[in-house]
């Protein structure tokens, strides 16, 4: 059985977005509605937290080291945490939608950023998009008509990138092409509601997909095919993101929220909005997949 540990118990509003930085052996994350970024190290258990501005949905490490590429409320911005914070704007991609806000994102190897959007407090509305964001700032909506944009994922050999529609418990599946252009757009697998609803996600080396159960307690390995494989048990009800940080990829960490749960429900969660560990046990990239 995998080993299951809470490494920070934060009580994270809308814990989300958890990325390794494999030069600082850290994971960066966010909290969305506490607008924070933090910071576990994975050597000492150190913690860092940076209060921010507005509601941040992602940061993605600037590939040449020197800080972030981050999604706020209205803006796809450069973030640098320190001496301090600094925050130059790029550009806003959604004016016509004040209501939103960008909401997880994924870089391919060839450095686009693939970015959703949402309504911030009607998930009924079918106003977000799916970005993608260049390296030279420019940006373009690749689909429209999402609720809740979840993911997105792409897949070890760079052709497929998965995103979801959690609010509709689906999650689309794309061929995704060299230049960022995506196509043949399908329905991967759609969520039972006693699964909960799928939100973020990451793939694995043998090309297997994790993603995290909004509602479900658990984080689900499926196949490239969309069957299960296995599901990880955690102690929380509103998993949100995954990412692993080692190259055996047996380490899997995992953010949480507490946002919306009621006094009851929280204490049955005390770990609610906490940073968890899960050892697995067996190394996926020794696994194969149908």
């Known amino acids: 059985m995998s080993a299951v540990r809470c490494l920070w118990s934060l009580r994270a509003q809308l814990g989300e977005g958890p990325v390794y930085v494999e030069r600082e052996h850290r ?15 994975l050597d ?6 940076w209060p921010m501005p507005d509601l941040i949905g992602w940061l993605i490490p600037e590939q040449n080291g020197d800080g972030f590429i981050a999604g706020f409320r209205h803006a796809f911005a450069r973030l640098w945490l320190e001496p301090g914070v600094r925050i130059e704007l790029i550009d806003d991609p959604h004016p016509e939608h004040p209501g939103n806000r960008l909401n997880d994102a994924k870089r391919d190897a060839n450095g686009h950023i ?8 009607d998930p009924q509305q079918a106003v977000g ?4 964001l260049d390296r030279d700032d420019s940006w373009r909506v690749l689909d429209s008509g999402y609720h809740i944009c979840n993911g997105p994922a792409i897949s070890p050999d ?7 529609d959690s609010y509709l418990r689906r999650v689309y599946a794309y061929r995704l092409g060299a230049d960022g252009t995506l196509s043949d757009r399908r329905l991967w697998r759609e969520f039972d509601p006693a699964e909960g609803e799928p939100d973020g996600m990451t793939c694995a080396a043998d090309g297997s997909v994790w993603i995290a159960h909004w509602g479900g307690s658990r984080i ?4 490239a095919a969309g069957n299960l494989i296995e599901a990880v048990r955690l102690p929380v ?7 692993f940080v080692d190259a055996a990829q047996e380490r899997l960490i995992v953010t949480s929220a507490r ?21 697995l046990k067996h190394p996926v990239v020794a696994t194969r997949t149908a």
Do not use: N, W
């Open 114 to 121: 693939f970015a959703g959007s949402m309504h911030d407090t």
């Open 259 to 279: 946002v919306g749960l009621t006094d009851e429900q929280l204490k049955r969660e005390p770990l609610a909005g906490g940073l968890f560990e899960i050892r």
């Open 158 to 164: 760079g052709r497929t990138l998965y995103h979801a």
């Open 237 to 243: 009800s509103q998993v949100t993101s995954c990412t």
């Open 129 to 132: 998009a799916l970005f993608r």
């Open 220 to 223: 689900s390995r499926f196949s």
């Open 27 to 41: 994971v960066y994350f966010v909290d969305i509605k506490a607008p924070a970024v933090h910071a576990y190290d």
């Open 44 to 49: 000492d258990g150190g913690r860092h937290t």
